[in-house]
């Protein structure tokens, strides 16, 4: 009951929080600008940029509620997606006036947010060995690394992935209710409740942004939804790991990593740099394929609850 309360309430603050927001962007001038230059931008108005804020909201105010984890690791979650959150604002804000926000400070920050979710002991150390059932716990170097690594690499490729409506939102939905069923199965109660305040925050703000969206998260709502999403999976899925269930949180975040890293791998090639925004993603190649916007986005969810089921199995398969 607890889990469906906190549902409720996330998903009723977003929806609450989201339209006055929406009218203070409009005020302000705080919206993305169609531009029939850029492949990337396919809405034909100028579209309110505040729903990261309510997300934000969404998050904390339900968070503080229903978990009860240490108030190091609270402090750590929500002062990390607070700093994710304002240094999107500010990327954002960079855009709505046609400007480039340098890549190297919103990465450290980033990375930063990520930092401070190790140091309160959210890590990945280590995983069963299949063959003798003994643990094997990492080097600390090599903890840190793949800690902070996964982290700003789930918010970086959410962040990539919302480029059409209710795409980006849509796939964190999905993702939190896979991770959500995983620790649950794993009987982990503060994992499962953040999973499933995701689940309603997504969904709220999927209630106006579905097309035709009447308004984006940006940056900073994309990049929130990410670096939870990093900290669910590393709080729940990777605790107590075997070496098979390792890939349960990286299938949860199927579609979104896969094409991602091929984006990525794509652009190093090419020379590139790797944050650069194109028209690569798998949804803006779908669109040049000739399908709908729906039936891309509809295509795309499947494909990530496909990958969610795959990885339920995996865990109930051990």
Not at 37 to 44: G, L, M, Q, T, V
Not at 75 to 96: E, F, N, R
Not at 220 to 233: E, H, K, P, S
């Amino acid at each position: 009951m607890s889990y469906f309360i906190a549902f409720i309430i996330s998903f009723a603050i977003v929806v609450a929080l989201i339209p006055p927001l929406r009218r203070v962007a409009l005020r302000i001038g705080f919206v993305d600008k169609p531009r029939s230059d850029s492949a990337r931008k396919i809405h034909r108005e100028p579209i309110p940029l505040t729903a990261g804020i309510a997300i934000f909201a969404g998050f904390t105010a339900v968070y503080l509620i229903f978990v009860r984890d240490s108030w190091i690791q609270s402090l750590a979650i929500l002062g990390g997606g607070l700093l994710i959150l304002l240094i999107g604002l500010v990327d954002d804000w960079y855009k709505t006036h046609g400007k480039e926000f340098p890549a190297l400070p919103k990465m450290a920050v980033q990375l930063s947010a990520a930092v401070l979710v190790y140091l309160s002991g959210i890590v990945f150390s280590g995983f069963e060995n299949p063959f003798n059932g003994s643990y094997v716990t990492l080097p600390d170097w090599l903890s840190f690394l793949f800690t902070v690594l996964w982290i700003f690499g789930v918010t970086t490729v959410i962040n990539f992935t919302d480029g059409m409506d209710g795409l980006a939102g849509g796939l964190s939905a999905i993702s939190a209710g896979t991770l959500l069923v995983v620790a649950l199965v794993m009987g982990q109660q503060s994992s499962a409740m953040m999973a499933v305040i995701t689940v309603g925050i997504s969904a709220g703000y999927l209630l106006y942004n579905r097309p035709p969206a009447k308004v984006f998260m940006g940056d900073a709502g994309a990049t929130y939804l990410g670096f939870m999403l990093g900290v669910i999976a590393l709080d729940g899925a990777f605790k107590q790991a075997t070496m098979l269930s390792l890939f349960i949180p990286i299938l949860s975040l199927g579609v979104p990593i896969l094409d991602n890293v091929r984006v990525v791998i794509s652009r190093i090639r090419n020379g590139v740099p790797f944050y650069q925004a194109d028209a690569s993603q798998a949804h803006y190649r779908l669109l040049a394929a000739g399908l709908k916007p729906v039936q891309v986005v509809s295509f795309l969810y499947l494909m990530n609850i496909c990958f969610g089921l795959f990885s339920i199995v995996l865990l109930l398969a051990q």
